[in-house]
């Protein structure tokens, strides 16, 4: 029984409680949607992944050797075999305990394009590096870069990293001879 003039009204207890209960159920049936979506990605991504996947073609090794002619020239063989040439690169005329650095790029073909106009271009690319001349030692040098073309064999590789590095030796003070290295396509 009210005292005042205030109207007052009757909730029922139970009947909070039931809302409660109500509003417990829709929360916790919102939260178990991302669950259930979760749920949904994994199993699609697991029949997804039984579908055979395209796999990175895997690393190249080569070794070069090369000669001075201006310019570096050679061979490189491994997981590629052909000729190798450093239209632009390591820059040998330094003097001893200077290192320089530089930019350059590559070429790899199946043979030598000067003396066989069939020879095909396998890979090109650029890189960095720098060249260390030392004292009364092979000179050294390492480059890294990407592939920036390839051949239809090869195309797997474009905007793969190279790493190159190698020594080289003097025919004199300030004439490059010749050396080899390692070249490498991750």
Not at 58 to 64: G, Q
Not at 83 to 109: C, K, L, N, V
Not at 146 to 173: K, M
Request: proline share 7%; aromatic share 10%; with cysteine.
């Amino acid at each position: 029984m009210c005292l005042s003039k205030v109207t007052c009204v009757k909730i029922p207890i139970r009947q909070e409680k039931i809302t409660m209960k109500t509003r417990m159920k829709k929360l916790v049936s919102i939260s178990t949607i991302p669950v259930f979506v979760l749920a949904l990605l994994l199993v699609l991504g697991t029949v997804l992944a039984d579908d055979p996947a395209i796999k990175p073609a895997p690393s190249l090794d080569c070794t070069i050797t090369y000669v001075w002619m201006p310019g570096w020239e050679g061979t490189i063989s491994g997981d590629i075999n052909g000729y190798a040439i450093w239209p632009s690169g390591p820059d040998p005329m330094r003097f001893a305990g200077q290192t320089s650095h530089y930019t350059g790029s590559f070429e790899i073909w199946s043979d030598d394009p000067a003396s066989n106009p069939e020879a095909v271009l396998l890979l090109t690319g650029t890189g960095a590096g720098s060249t260390t001349i030392r004292h009364g030692r092979d000179s050294i040098w390492r480059t890294n870069g990407l592939v920036t073309g390839a051949s239809d064999e090869f195309v797997d590789w474009i905007g793969r990293h190279v790493y190159q590095a190698g020594h080289f030796t003097w025919l004199a003070p300030g004439i490059p001879d010749c050396g080899e290295g390692t070249f490498r396509v991750n």
